[in-house]
């Protein structure tokens, strides 16, 4: 079952799908919502397509893939409504030992690698290769993230994995525990309040649980480096949807906890991506040492100049 948007962030763009999911009749004096389901829907319904056909391919090739973020979510939380949650292009995981399998069977199905020499999307600065096909992008995972020094192994995605029917298809995917953590350290990876869609995403996935194993994630984002940005995630979806996560109340903290907390307050204005000051700046209060801070800085700081230098 969906949720209703709440107050604060009912007039962001992203989720205006979800709001004209939600109440249509209701939304009949709000054409832009209207259009933002359609518009979605129809981007959706091209992204399943090819996510299907992705997938066969890959199972065909004996290589292990999740769906990640909303190509998982659309069937698996939202119903399988494709108009309700926008997806910009679609997040494929596989083993690191299986990406140029992968890669390879993707190829034979049209897709064309994007900047694979090029320094932003060489191991060092990335996660993921970006593959396009028409309209179609697919972003191939071998790391759920490289940024905020946090250790972006995926492991235990693949051990820790539950069976799921799958839009027609048995499928492994990796414990909700995990899913929401994520959600969570995915969305601190891109300053927290790029989109709201991950808000909605956390309280649904949260929702399907009558008790979260919440120590499960904390001891998994501790031993990745990630509970600072685990955390900070979880406040903002609370702020959302109060006692939704069960974190501990906040104590006084470091200047940094405090800094962050100002950053924060409001939900409602979208952080630009990419090099802004107020992204950089919250993306460098969300590291777990002091140090890393600075490691992450300076690595978009050579990734600037590497790109220059291209």
């Not at 939304?27 to 997938?55: F, I, K, Q, V």
């Not at 659309?74 to 679609?90: H, K, Q």
């Not at 109340?249 to 802004?276: E, F, H, K, N």
Request: hydrophobic content about 50%.
């Amino acid at each position: 079952m969906l949720v209703q948007v709440p107050a604060a962030l009912a007039e962001r763009a992203e989720l205006q799908p979800l709001v004209w999911a939600l109440d249509r009749d209701a939304c009949r004096s709000r054409p832009a919502a209207r259009d933002a389901y359609r518009a979605t829907l129809a981007h959706n319904l091209l992204l399943g397509a090819a996510l299907d056909e992705a997938l066969d391919v890959l199972v065909g090739a004996e290589v292990p893939v999740q769906p990640l973020k909303g190509a998982l979510f659309v069937e698996t939380l939202y119903g399988g409504d494709s108009g309700a949650r926008p997806m910009g292009d679609l997040d494929l995981l596989v083993p690191p030992d299986n990406l140029e399998r992968a890669q390879d069977a993707l190829v034979r199905l049209g897709y064309e690698p994007f900047g694979l020499h090029r320094a932003r999307w060489s191991k060092r600065f990335s996660h993921h290769r970006i593959l396009r096909r028409g309209p179609v992008t697919l972003e191939l995972h071998w790391k759920l993230c490289h940024e905020l020094a946090i250790d972006g192994n995926a492991d235990a995605f693949f051990l820790d994995a539950q069976p799921i029917a799958f839009r027609g298809r048995p499928l492994m995917v990796a414990r909700d525990e995990l899913q929401l953590y994520y959600i969570l350290v995915h969305a601190a990876t891109h300053g927290l309040l790029h989109s709201a869609v991950w808000i909605i995403d956390a309280r649904l996935l949260a929702g399907r649980h009558t008790r979260l194993d919440w120590d499960y994630i904390e001891q998994f984002a501790l031993a990745h480096r990630a509970a600072r940005a685990v955390r900070a995630a979880a406040r903002v979806v609370n702020a959302a949807f109060p006692g939704t996560l069960p974190l501990p109340r906040a104590r006084a903290g470091s200047v940094r906890d405090q800094l962050l907390d100002l950053m924060l307050a409001s939900t409602s204005a979208p952080v630009r991506y990419g090099t802004s000051m107020r992204s950089l700046a919250i993306r460098s209060l969300l590291t777990d040492r002091v140090g890393d801070a600075g490691r992450a800085l300076w690595e978009k700081a050579l990734l600037r100049v590497w790109e220059r230098l291209e």
